[in-house]
């Protein structure tokens, strides 16, 4: 396992933009893929987007593709989550998650019961209002 630090929720009106940032503490940044889930209140957790180890390869839930962007910073230890044209069915608290296995994490968009990522942030709320 390793730390995950989530920042830049908020509250932000329809349409907007706003960038989650996730934060591992550790040397081993490079190996890891990382991901995004969210959970909306009395809503199972869902899947978002996944980024693999090198950056190259990424995989979106249907509901965000091409509103949503993932990447890396490997200088920074730092994964983003650019959101943009937000709606209000985004609101949920975003998790960042990593894994050695990238496909642990983007397996889970469509078996969400499937194994979990080894490592989890503490979630960031992210409101969206009409």
Do not use: H
Request: hydrophobic share 35%; charged share 20%; glycine share 10%.
């Amino acid at each position: 396992q390793v730390p995950l630090v989530e920042s830049g929720g908020g509250s932000v009106q329809a349409g907007d933009s706003l960038r989650l940032s996730c934060a591992q503490s550790g040397r081993s940044f490079g190996s890891f893929a990382m991901g995004w889930f969210r959970q909306a209140a009395g809503k199972e957790q869902e899947f978002v987007a996944a980024i693999d180890w090198s950056g190259i390869s990424t995989d979106y839930a249907d509901s965000v593709k091409g509103r949503f962007t993932i990447s890396k910073d490997s200088a920074k230890n730092t994964v983003y989550l650019q959101m943009n044209s937000v709606k209000p069915e985004d609101t949920a608290v975003y998790y960042c998650a990593a894994d050695t296995d990238f496909w642990t994490l983007a397996r889970l968009k469509n078996t969400p019961a499937g194994p979990r990522p080894g490592s989890w942030g503490q979630g960031t709320q992210v409101t969206v209002s009409s």
